[in-house]
Each structure stands twice: as C-alpha cells, then as structure tokens.
Nanobody, 115 residues
Framework: QVQFVESGGGLVPPGGSLTLSCAAS????????LSWYRQAPGHQRQWIAL???????LYSDSLKGRFTISRDNAKNTLYLQMNSLEPEDTAVYFC?????????WGQGTQVTVSS
C-alpha cells in the first residue's frame, strides 16, 4: 500500500522559512521520481518541483529560486525547503510521485504565511 505522509507545515511570517518532509512507503523509493504539489483555497492543485532518482531536479518557473527539493533515500523521505515565504504561498502542501497517482494523495500539511 502506497502512503505519503507530509509534515512540517505551520504558521510562518512573511519572509520566513520552512522545511517540509514527506515520508513515503509502499514504493521503491530509490527508483521513484517524486514531486511536491500545493493547493491554495479556491485553486487547483499546483505542481512545485520534482526530483528524479538520480537527484536531478526541476522546478516550476514561478517558484524557482525560493524552493529547494531534496531527498534522503536512506530514510525514504522527501524534503522541500522554502525560503522568502509570501502570503501567496499559503496552501496545503502534498507530495506524490511524478506523474502523480490520484489514489496516493495524502492529507498534506498546511502552510500559512501571515503576520
């Protein structure tokens, strides 16, 4: 059974930083291309970044430079480092494979950027 469990969200002031984690199980983690996504209220789910099994990364043009995706294959864990956060980054953040498998969405972790 595939499972993604996101954590690390919270309330952060504008300009702040946050690191999200995603614990994955039920997949061959080392061989999987993984991604972060987010969904803001009233908006469709948005792709943020992906990381291939070998470590190559690709980012959404609008978020490149502020967000960094990484992985720890020994821990089956995916990370998203977020810097210079803006109120527009407020959303629920999810991880999944790339391309995403609909049945495998987790609960996500809420990130709220507000003073």
């Amino acid at each position: 059974q595939v499972q993604f469990v996101e954590s690390g969200g919270g309330l952060v002031p504008p300009g702040g930083s946050l690191t999200l984690s995603c614990a994955a199980s039920g997949i061959i983690f080392n061989d999987s291309t993984l991604s972060w996504y987010r969904q803001a209220p009233g908006h469709q789910r948005q792709w943020i970044a992906l990381i291939r099994s070998g470590g190559a990364t690709l980012y959404s043009d609008s978020l490149k430079g502020r967000f960094t995706i990484s992985r720890d294959n020994a821990k089956n864990t995916l990370y998203l480092q977020m810097n210079s956060l803006e109120p527009e980054d407020t959303a629920v953040y999810f991880c999944n494979r790339w391309p995403a498998t609909v049945a495998d969405w987790g609960q996500g972790t809420q990130v709220t950027v507000s003073s």
